[in-house]
């Protein structure tokens, strides 16, 4: 049974940092773009990063860029995201997804499996 599960949210300051983990159960990530999408109260779900699946290419949107990083450990079938400067605007609930592609977008249209998500809350 394919699963995502993601982990690592919680309340946190503004301008401090979380590390999001996503791990993958009945099926390797190897083929798999992974996407990290996130969904505030109220407002769309929208692309946050994703990654290649190689690892050698990545995305982010313009609101993360230079203060998140996405990585991957294929051999841990795992996918992290380093979220550091956070800022209130980031509090959402951010999901991961896999889409059995060479490479990666932040539409989340093509996306063939999502974890339950994981809230991040920034506040002081």
């Known amino acids: 049974q394919f699963q995502l599960v993601e982990s690592g949210g919680g309340l946190v300051q503004p301008g401090g940092s979380l590390r999001l983990s996503c791990a993958a159960s009945?099926?390797?990530?190897?083929?798999?773009?992974i996407g990290w999408f996130r969904q505030a109260p109220g407002k769309e779900r929208e692309g946050v990063s994703c990654?290649?699946?190689?690892?050698?290419?990545?995305n982010y949107a313009d609101s993360v860029k230079g203060r998140f990083t996405i990585s991957r450990d294929n051999a841990k079938n795992m996918v992290y995201l380093q979220m550091n400067s956070l800022k209130p605007e980031d509090t959402a609930v951010y999901y991961c997804?896999?889409?059995?592609?060479?490479?990666?977008?932040?539409?989340?249209?093509?996306?063939?499996?999502w974890g339950q998500g994981t809230q991040v809350t920034v506040s002081s």
């Open positions: 009945g099926f390797t990530l190897d083929d798999y773009a």
């Open positions: 990654i290649s699946s190689s690892g050698g290419s990545t």
């Open positions: 997804a896999a889409w059995r592609f060479r490479l990666c977008v932040l539409s989340q249209r093509p996306y063939d499996y």
